[in-house]
């Protein structure tokens, strides 16, 4: 049973546009989210995070939008750059249990083309 | 700020065999992470400990899979049987573990191949 959902394997934009990621979850615990970001041989590395109290949160050119009655999250990238090109995780958490321990979802890989 | 270290970073084994994974945290990381991510899927939360203590192994496969973290700091996964199903790549993350600090930082990663 997958509690996070990433349902686009992969996303394909050029560089200038805007590129949209969507996630999906099915527990209504989850009350904190945080995108990761991969690029090959590496460990994936922290991007944004959302408090379920938001509904948007915004630093630089990354905005993750999170609409609580959908269980649907999204994160903006504009404008989309090159060097953004990476396997984009999302992951949730419930700050209520012990550990804040994360479900990730399968991850969605972005090719962003010069 | 040194990051997260892992070793080794390959590893190459046949079924039946053992092998441990190293890991050491950012210098005053309390928490410690284990994740298994096999090809294609997200990260699954292997065992987590704060300090020298297990916060949840509810994921780890006990018959065959260990860990521990020795005096808090340090950590190592062992797989003791191996099957095929374990190529994956293991990753350590470890976070402040303080209140109102959820970001986890990651590793590289050692990537396991089991023939």
């Known amino acids: 049973d997958q509690q996070v959902k990433q349902n686009s394997p992969s996303l394909s934009v050029q560089e200038g546009r805007i590129s949209i990621l969507n996630c999906d979850y099915t527990n209504s615990m989850f009350d904190y989210f945080l995108w990761y970001k991969k690029y090959p041989a590496e460990g994936p590395t922290f991007l944004i995070s959302?408090?379920?109290?938001?509904d948007k949160n915004e630093d630089g050119r990354f905005t993750v939008f999170l609409n609580k009655s959908a269980k649907h999250l999204s994160l903006h990238i504009v404008p989309s750059q090159p060097g953004d090109s990476a396997v984009y995780f999302c992951a949730a958490t419930s700050l209520r249990t012990a550990g804040n321990m994360l479900t990730f979802g399968g991850g969605t890989r972005l090719m962003v083309k010069p | 700020e040194a990051g997260v270290a892992q070793s080794p970073r390959y590893k190459i084994i046949e079924k039946r065999q053992s092998v441990a994974f190293w890991c050491n945290p950012i210098s005053g990381h309390a928490t410690l992470y284990w994740y298994q991510q096999i090809l294609g899927q997200g990260p699954k939360l292997l065992i987590q400990f704060q300090n020298n203590g297990v916060v949840d192994d509810s994921q780890l496969p006990k018959d065959r899979f260990s860990a521990e973290r020795l005096k808090g700091v340090d950590s190592t996964l062992k797989i003791q049987p191996a099957k095929l199903e374990d190529s994956a790549v293991y990753l350590c993350?470890?976070?402040?573990?303080?209140?109102?600090?959820?970001?986890?930082?990651f590793g590289p990663g050692t990537r396991l191949t089991v023939t």
């Open positions: 993350a470890s976070s402040l573990g303080a209140s109102g600090t959820y970001e986890q930082y």
């Open positions: 959302i408090s379920s109290i938001k």
